[in-house]
């Protein structure tokens, strides 16, 4: 099994959704999330000051998936995930152990 974690913009949050959906996932976890990657966020002029905007919002996309649906998976999050400008986010793919279904104790693919 792997894990992947995906950083997007969050109004393609949707799109992502509905297209791990069709991939086959039955659960994700997302979290919000703020960072900036190599476009070091941007300036904005508020009331006529002028200031720095660091961080900027993401949202964090994590789903843990049997091997043979990985590359899917990840193609799925690309197509809908791009918008072709700076800042699109990133894919991040983690070998996963084990897995335990806490409430009945199931493990490994049963458990996902």
């Given at each position: 099994?792997?894990?992947?974690?995906?950083?997007?913009?969050?109004?393609?949050?949707?799109?992502?959704?509905e297209a791990?959906?069709?991939?086959?996932?039955?659960?994700?976890?997302?979290?919000?999330?703020?960072?900036?990657?190599?476009?070091?966020?941007?300036?904005?002029?508020?009331?006529?000051?002028?200031?720095?905007?660091?961080?900027?919002?993401?949202?964090?996309?994590?789903?843990?998936?049997?091997?043979?649906?990985?590359?899917?998976?990840?193609?799925a999050i690309?197509?809908?995930?791009?918008?072709?400008?700076?800042?699109?986010?990133?894919?991040?793919?983690?070998?996963?152990?084990?897995?335990?279904?806490?409430?009945?104790?199931e493990k490994?693919?049963?458990?996902?």
């Amino acid at each position: 099994m792997k894990k992947i974690e995906a950083i997007i913009k969050p109004f393609k949050l949707d799109e992502v959704k509905e297209a791990l959906h069709e991939v086959g996932l039955q659960g994700i976890t997302v979290t919000e999330a703020k960072g900036f990657g190599r476009q070091k966020g941007h300036t904005e002029l508020y009331r006529g000051a002028e200031y720095v905007v660091d961080f900027l919002p993401k949202v964090k996309i994590e789903v843990v998936i049997e091997d043979n649906l990985v590359e899917r998976a990840i193609e799925a999050i690309m197509a809908a995930a791009r918008t072709g400008r700076i800042g699109d986010g990133k894919i991040f793919v983690t070998p996963i152990e084990e897995v335990i279904r806490i409430r009945t104790g199931e493990k490994g693919a049963e458990a996902v």
